[in-house]
């Protein structure tokens, strides 16, 4: 894959098993809280999810809130931004 795109499906499955625990998942949103996405194993799991490269500038994705809703596309500053967005909302496999 090239640097900086996001994972497949199947690459944010194994991204994302190690976390699939909700202790995990919120520990790793609670480093990227307390530090922010300087902190050296943020920034780690950012480069792994985009195959070896943050993505500067804004980013795009389709969002469903809720199932009874359709997707509504939300623009992000940048991809710590998208991040934290989805610690808030608890909603980790969000996709760009």
């Keep these: 894959q090239e640097p900086g795109t996001p994972l497949s499906d199947q690459e944010y499955y194994q991204f994302f098993r190690s976390l699939r625990i909700a202790r995990r998942a ?17 920034q780690k799991l950012d ?15 389709a ?9 509504r596309t939300h623009l992000f500053p940048d991809f710590c931004n998208f991040s934290f967005y ?3 909302r608890k ?4 996709k760009v």
């Design 26 to 42: 919120s520990t790793a949103c609670l480093i990227r809280a307390l530090y922010g996405c300087e902190n050296p194993l943020v």
């Design 91 to 94: 909603k980790y496999f969000i």
């Design 63 to 71: 969002i469903k809130l809720s199932p009874y809703e359709p997707p």
């Design 86 to 88: 989805r610690c808030i």
């Design 47 to 61: 480069e792994y999810e985009n195959h070896g490269l943050i993505p500067e500038g804004p980013v795009c994705s």
